[in-house]
């Protein structure tokens, strides 16, 4: 890979949730994963794909705590850095970051996953709606906050979608620099592309496709229970293992956090010019082939 032209680091991004400067810290391994979205993308269940591949299709895999999302500044890097360097498994490690933000190795294998906005705004709100004081407290009070606290969302999913076009992303993070950054990158070896639709349209295939991306001879003996641990229901049914703290920042839980797993929901809320407000928008950020691609995959 020396003949191509990899990735660098060019500035650090804090918010409420981000504190990047971890990447600078982070001493990579060979073999690491890093598994990339905006969020809101399919983000635990491609972490939850992964650990079923490396372990051969264990049940009850402690995957958020196997896999922790690096660049959340809770807890601090302090904390956070010699828990990771002490992991002995093959590490697969979580970011939210556009690439620029981040340390790109080229030795790593790296997972991206895309959906559309409009989906990502919708499990966006339930996420943020049904967070209780404990995950305000955590993000806005905890030393080192760059930036405004997040605020409490509005009571209304449309008016949510509506400031979140308006400020690219808001409350949380930039969208579309973030779809444009992973796009730029998609044709690096160590790079793979996921979409959200494509794993619910035939996770079998998407699975395999992983494996073969990641070097991980698929044990066919074990291939039942891997679809089976991969499952939405199953997911729900034992979400405190995949949640962050078992889902104590959410009201009902951690089954809060894996909350339906389908696309489209905006259909039925968003008018005809708002939805063409969306499209248009998405093909001047980035282009007709990315824009198509983040729709339907």
């Not at 293992?241 to 104590?248: C, R």
Request: charged share 25%; proline share 6%.
């Amino acid at each position: 890979m020396s003949d191509l032209r990899l990735p660098q680091k060019t500035r650090e991004l804090h918010n409420h949730h981000f504190d990047s400067t971890i990447w600078n810290d982070f001493k990579f391994r060979p073999d690491d994963i890093i598994i990339g979205t905006y969020a809101k993308s399919g983000t635990t269940w491609t972490q939850q794909i992964v650990s079923q591949l490396l372990f051969n299709g264990e049940a009850g895999l402690e995957v958020a705590a196997m896999s922790p999302w690096l660049d959340l500044r809770v807890p601090p890097k302090e904390i956070k850095l010699p828990e990771v360097e002490a992991q002995t498994h093959r590490r697969f490690i979580k970011t939210h970051l556009p690439v620029d933000a981040l340390v790109f190795s080229p030795e790593a294998k790296y997972l991206y996953i895309g959906r559309d906005g409009r989906d990502v705004v919708w499990s966006m709100y339930n996420h943020h709606a049904n967070a209780n004081a404990a995950w305000y407290e955590a993000l806005n009070d905890t030393p080192g906050r760059v930036g405004p606290p997040i605020e409490l969302p509005p009571n209304d999913v449309v008016q949510y979608f509506h400031d979140w076009m308006n400020k690219d992303g808001h409350p949380f993070w930039p969208f579309w620099e973030n779809i444009r950054s992973w796009w730029a990158i998609k044709d690096l070896p160590n790079v793979m592309l996921l979409h959200f639709a494509e794993l619910k349209q035939d996770m079998p295939g998407q699975i395999r496709r992983i494996a073969d991306f990641l070097e991980v001879k698929i044990d066919e003996d074990k291939w039942p229970d891997i679809l089976e641990h991969c499952s939405f229901d199953y997911m729900k049914a034992n979400a405190t293992k995949s949640v962050p703290l078992g889902g104590a920042f959410w009201d009902g839980g951690a089954q809060t956090f894996i909350n339906k797993g389908t696309n489209g929901r905006w259909r039925d809320l968003l008018s005809v010019d708002e939805i063409a407000w969306y499209e248009k928008r998405a093909i001047e950020e980035l282009g007709e082939e990315c824009a198509e691609w983040l729709a339907q995959g």
